[in-house]
């Protein structure tokens, strides 16, 4: 973990900005189980490994990049809050952690339900509808939505009503999509033709820079940070009091102790502060 690293990594990120996003794109192109898998054999069969007798059991990872700063391609490298923390996690665990695979953010759960990985690190909001599919570890950041808009246009909506009428994006299968239908389409509010879902944020932002939509709802940390990297501001936010948790199996119950407890040991020994600090700055 470069620890020297950290007081650059803001100011690195928007140095690099207009770089990631072209990595970026292209990984969105290969959709599916993509990632390197980086380091781990995979098991037997690569089947995600449910333990080959003579080595630890292992942890096989899913993401979904492109939602700075949790997970991102930074030079053709996966890292972010949530690829530094799951891998101090699983460190601190009798597991042996099994690499990256990425999918696009909605095929995640359906990627966990089938073994092509053990756990999600994607900064997925713990729902009573996923944890219907999945099981979830214990919290590990909270956040609420943002909506961001061109920063040089003139249009300020303060809340969610003033969206009426605009052309508006999300991410498929999240947080933010649902506030646009649960808020906006299902109250008549937005006619559903005026709604635009991405397979990634980050198109929806080119989108949303090229001026096809009028703004994007999605999660406020990842909305500031678009802020600080492109030509994007944050409107307003709406507050939903979301937290986050590492999917794993229904029924793995080995797995959800061991990352809960290896979650309690990364706060106690001060390595989640640190990452906190690296990734979203110390005010
Ligand atoms: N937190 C949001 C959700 O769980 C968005 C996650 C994401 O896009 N990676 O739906």
Redesign the pocket.
Known sequence: MPTDSVTDRRSYLKAVAAGSVVALAGCTDSGGDGGDGGGGDGGDGGDGGDTPTDEAPQIVAGT?PG?PP??IKEDGELTGFDVELLEAIVAETDYEFGGWKEFE?DALIPSLRDEKIDAIA????I?DE?DNAIDFSNPYYS?DQSIIVRDDGDFDPSDLDDLSGHPIGA?K??????VIQTELIEKNKLDESNYKAYDN?TLAVQDLENGNIDAIV??EP?GATFADQRSVEVSFIYETG?E?GFGVRKGDSDRQQALNEGLDAVQANGTYEELRNEWFGTN
């Open positions: 979904a939602f949790f997970e953010f994607a900064a997925m909001t729902t996923r956040a991410q299968g999240t947080t933010g999509e649902n944020y999605l999660d990842v979301e986050y």
